[in-house]
């Protein structure tokens, strides 16, 4: 299994599961790279799966408003836990609409929160899935 860090483009920080909560509904956040499990995930099939849990990347309660939490839960196969990597470097929910994950309100500060936000693909929207070194 190939284990990846997914970095902002405009920050250099990566997704993390905030505080390495393994329950349903943990939050996501930007965060310095530390190679915690936490921070490491697998995309297969549209699905990006954490290193830590075996738990997946969701919109809470299948809800695709903008400003949504996005969070971690058990796979289900549904639309609200797949993803896909845009050409502009943004990853879109395939829960329809144009949206994309989204580092709310521009923040460069790390802990800031992930959510889902209309696509625009400023930098607070670009992100790259990189190989996670020694995973």
Not at 40 to 68: F, I, M, Q, T
Not at 81 to 86: H, T
Not at 105 to 127: E, L, Y
Request: hydrophobic share 35%; net charge negative; aromatic share 8%.
């Amino acid at each position: 299994m190939v284990y990846y860090v997914i970095r902002n483009k405009q920050t250099g920080l990566v997704m993390d599961i905030k505080g390495c909560c393994g329950d349903d509904g943990a939050t996501i956040c930007m965060w310095e790279y530390s190679g915690g499990d936490n921070q490491l995930w697998s995309y297969e099939d549209g699905v990006l799966r954490s290193k830590l849990n075996g738990k997946v990347l969701d919109l809470k309660d299948c809800n695709a408003s903008p400003g949504n939490d996005v969070c971690m839960w058990s796979h289900n196969g549904g639309p609200n836990q797949r993803w896909v990597l845009c050409e502009d470097n943004t990853i879109c929910s395939e829960m329809g609409g144009d949206l994309a994950l989204d580092v709310m309100n521009n923040s460069t500060d790390a802990g800031a929160d992930v959510k889902i936000w209309n696509r625009h693909g400023q930098g607070n929207q670009q992100f790259v899935l990189e190989v996670a070194p020694g995973k």
